[in-house]
């Protein structure tokens, strides 16, 4: 190998050599930063794995004392409850206080209710609505069901609301509107149809679709 060869293959190794003392902390240091994100982020997910998992066993445990009918322990187990979970549990505590004669416990337990998600928060509101109209409540009830909702379920629970306040012509509009959106064969038609003929109005008999 030649002389110059050689010194420039020194020289690149003191280069070289020279970068590292620079760099090598930093370098060390990122590299070090980076596992440590590295196992942060596998703890964190580890975590999550184990949260929902206990979420899912209190909500199990919270069902079970729902359905052995225990309402006076079941408020407890289901206001431990977080998200989704509380929500459903919420539902189903409702339930079983609306078949035991505790139309009240049944309205509390849904006002407590807070769901995140719009689909369920829609069923929490209708079910709590329908409660309220059977209470004497039908104001409240219409209070839970802004005009901007326009689902066939909603607007027949706020034409419920409309005709317990004696506005019939409101309740004749939401009920017209929710007929729309029924199949022919929905089982809630001809409730529906029934509904209208209180209010003074006669159903429109479904198109045949081709």
Known sequence: ???????????????????????????????????????????????????????????????????????????????????????????????AQLEAGQRDAAIASLRDAKPADPALA??????????????GKADQALALLPASITDSDTLQVRGDAQFALGHHDQARSDYTQALTQ???????????ELKLSEVGATPAKPEARI
């Open 1 to 95: 190998m030649a002389i110059d060869d050689l010194l420039d293959e020194h020289e690149q190794s003191e280069k070289v050599r020279n970068w590292l003392q620079s760099n090598g902390a930093g370098l060390i240091g990122g590299v070090v930063l980076g596992l440590a994100l590295i196992g942060g982020w596998q703890w964190w997910q580890r975590q999550q794995d184990a949260s929902r998992i206990q979420a899912g066993e209190r909500y199990q445990a919270a069902s079970k004392v729902i359905e052995a009918k225990d309402l006076k322990r079941a408020p407890a187990q289901v206001a431990g409850l977080q998200g989704t979970y509380a929500t459903l549990a919420a539902l189903d505590l409702a339930k």
């Open 122 to 135: 829609a069923v929490v509101a209708q079910r709590l609505a329908r409660l309220l109209i059977d209470a």
């Open 182 to 192: 029924l199949d022919v064969g929905a089982p809630q038609r001809r409730l529906l």
